[in-house]
């Protein structure tokens, strides 16, 4: 009898040992609390410091601010679990990224040769891979329309045109084409398609148009259009074609354009006021001689994400993400640094302030059900890339196993809609897109610890912002794979040198935090999987 009831015994201890999680998940409110405003400064006061140079993908700052984050995820003892090519696995995904860019480019006139984003910027693609010399012609106002015609007596076949930006006006000030105060085809602020078109039909081999009077006015010109030249070097995940033609558009100044024209760069306002007085084109004849050179590359890119794996127990295989990105936009062509504290500085170390508060946890025996990965990403500035060669091409973890991304880009901020309203808010943004049971854990979890205002604004489908899809957890959405991301919203300070640590709020970037660390412990410790049960826009 006493050999029955002891095999009854152990088969009782067996059957508890299936039936229970592996450890018990604990109270989470002491590993909460090691998430402070202190940690999240110190963190942040390396990553947003200036030797990072902004942290642009690719660059050596970048790299730096990578190993940094490689280094706090082994002092906290999280596994390294990326497998590059050996045994033994990384923190660092590296990946390859290509670049369509500018080689030599240049214009020559004047025995001055003059250069790209300095005394010139363009309208669109061009090819010229060897330097190619044209004859220039002043072109007026580069319009024909009806009654007032600059080509009239023009043949600039195989030639530069060299013309004014806008549309010629009255002296009091209405337009000399649509005879209104309205500007016609010609002064809009795209005009120069309509310009760079007719130039193309009547044969013209390049397009220079004159936009500004000053080396200063000019300056103001790169600085407004420099962010749309980035689109002529963006980075993209595959090597890809471009379609490219001979006959270039080039913004430049009153200077640039005299020594295209070899004359002085008074001649130009003396000619449009000219204009307006006959209300008519005028024959200036200016002409002169220019040589061009653009020449387009491919460069191939190498950039890592940082991932940081912590296993669970009983439900291992299945996968919860804490995510942010750790790029920012890097130097400013005035060579100012833009640190990134907020946009997502504070993003990444609240990753590894919660990493670090699942790691201690572990440690005391009370490790998640579910493992968690703590993943970092490069190239969310260049499109969400990072992100994206996780999800779409090398998820290190089968997306399959993954329960939900908690997403954190641009906390610990008040936004311009809060100043003096509200410091204890954050937005939630995709929490009922795709599983009503993340949007109610969300809920709840946030009435029962931190007790913050839940702001849903930018959740709305309508919101023009569209901040669902900018993030690096849409990549994770569109797999179907349920999501929060956290967001305290844009200011001033927004993709500019300002973006510095001091103005940064970390009490509020503590309470996300901790929002944060909370919400991901009940989904990772709960006994069934997320539901997907949603498809909202």
Do not use: C
């Amino acid at each position: 009898m006493r050999n029955a009831i002891t095999s009854s015994l152990t088969g009782l201890l067996l059957l508890q040992s299936f039936l229970l999680p592996a450890q018990s998940p604990g109270n989470p409110t002491p590993y909460a609390q090691t998430i402070t405003a202190a940690d999240l400064e110190k963190h942040l006061r390396v990553l947003a410091a200036d030797d990072m140079e902004g942290r642009e993908t690719g660059t050596p700052g970048q790299k730096k601010a990578a190993e940094y984050i490689a280094r706090q995820f082994a002092a906290d003892n999280l596994v390294p679990i990326v497998k590059n090519g050996g045994e033994k696995g990384a923190y660092l995904q590296p990946f390859s990224l290509y670049r369509k860019t500018w080689g030599d480019f240049y214009v020559k006139a004047g025995n001055k040769q003059f250069a790209y984003l300095k005394d010139f910027i363009t309208n669109g693609l061009l090819s010229v891979p060897q330097e190619t010399s044209y004859e220039t012609v002043f072109v007026g106002y580069g319009i024909s329309d009806g009654k007032y015609d600059d080509y009239a007596k023009l043949d600039v076949t195989g030639k530069a045109v060299v013309m004014l930006e806008g549309e010629p006006k009255k002296a009091n000030g209405q337009s000399l084409i649509s005879g209104t105060s309205e500007p016609s085809k010609w002064g809009t602020a795209d005009s120069w398609r309509a310009k760079t078109t007719l130039a193309k039909d009547k044969g013209a081999a390049q397009v220079f148009i004159i936009s500004a009077e000053s080396a200063e006015g000019f300056r103001q010109v790169v600085s407004q259009r420099g962010a749309l030249q980035g689109r002529f070097n963006r980075l993209t995940l595959r090597p890809g074609t471009e379609q490219l033609g001979s006959v270039g558009t080039f913004l430049v100044a009153e200077e640039t354009a005299a020594a295209l024209l070899n004359t002085k760069p008074e001649q130009f306002k003396k000619l449009k006021e000219q204009i307006a007085k006959a209300g008519a084109p005028v024959s200036a004849g200016l002409k002169g001689k220019v040589s061009v050179k653009a020449e387009r590359k491919e460069e191939t890119v190498q950039t890592e994400n940082v991932l940081g794996f912590i296993e669970g127990t009983d439900k291992k295989d299945e996968v919860v993400i804490v995510s942010s990105h750790y790029d920012h936009i890097g130097i400013s062509p005035n060579g100012q640094v833009n640190n990134g504290a907020n946009d997502d500085g504070s993003g990444t170390v609240s990753v590894l302030e919660i990493a670090q508060a699942f790691a201690k946890a572990k440690a005391d025996g009370h490790g998640p059900r579910r493992s968690m990965l703590f993943l970092t990403v490069t190239g969310e500035e260049k499109g969400l890339l990072g992100s994206q060669y996780y999800a779409d091409m090398d998820p290190v973890l089968p997306l399959e196993n993954t329960v939900a991304d908690l997403n954190i880009d641009m906390v610990g901020r008040v936004d311009d809609l809060h100043q003096g309203k509200s410091d204890n808010y954050i937005y939630v943004i995709g929490s009922d897109k795709l599983s009503s049971e993340l949007h109610r854990i969300s809920e709840e979890t946030n009435k029962q610890y931190a007790k913050m205002e839940l702001d849903y604004k930018y959740n709305d489908p309508k919101d023009p912002e569209r901040i669902y899809y900018r993030s690096d957890h849409y990549n994770f959405a569109k797999h179907k794979i349920p999501i929060i991301f956290y967001f305290n919203g844009l200011h001033a300070d927004y993709h500019q040198p300002t973006d510095d640590v001091e103005k940064m709020d970390f009490t509020l970037a503590e309470k996300t935090a901790r929002l944060i660390f909370y919400t991901a412990w009940e989904i990772a410790n709960r006994d069934n999987r997320l539901v997907v049960d949603s498809n909202k826009p």
